[in-house]
């Protein structure tokens, strides 16, 4: 499996607050209002456990959470996906008020599909973490 890390982000709230938001995929059907995710994501669908959308040029993806751990960790498993896909979203506080994630994401790509999308799985992986980083801090101030 390759792997992508993330850049570690930092989210303006304790761990069990961000925990408590991203465990239930639900609460990520705030991201169809932002026109970055609108361009090349289409039909996105949650319920508490998965989440799927369609990939211009794909078709369409789902992610189904497989595990959680309060406070520290959710990992999530590719379903109608052509490729084994795994995510883990890391959590770890630093301070009362600050929380630091790192996003993970493991995939089983033939050599040629990792040549071809690699550089924008990573940046992709990166601009997840930020946007839900940001998302998160607005969010959670309020």
Avoid: H
């Avoid at 009362?96 to 790509?109: C, S, V, Y």
Wanted: glycine share 4%.
């Amino acid at each position: 499996m390759t792997t992508y890390e993330s850049e570690i982000k930092t989210i303006s709230s304790s761990e069990e607050m961000v925990f408590g938001i991203l465990s239930d995929l639900n609460n990520l059907s705030k991201l169809k209002d932002i026109p970055v995710a609108n361009e090349k994501i289409k039909d996105l669908q949650f319920d508490a456990d998965s989440c799927s959308f369609g990939v211009e040029g794909m078709g369409r993806i789902g992610f189904r959470i497989i595990d959680r751990e309060p406070f520290k960790t959710i990992k999530l498993e590719s379903e109608q996906s052509p490729v084994k896909v795994n995510i883990w979203v890391q959590l770890k506080q630093v301070a009362d008020n600050e929380t630091r994630m790192k996003l993970t994401l493991k995939a089983e790509l033939p050599a040629m599909i990792k040549m071809m999308v690699g550089n924008k799985l990573q940046d992709g992986v990166n601009a997840i973490a930020e946007l839900l980083s940001k998302s998160l801090s607005e969010s959670l101030k309020k």
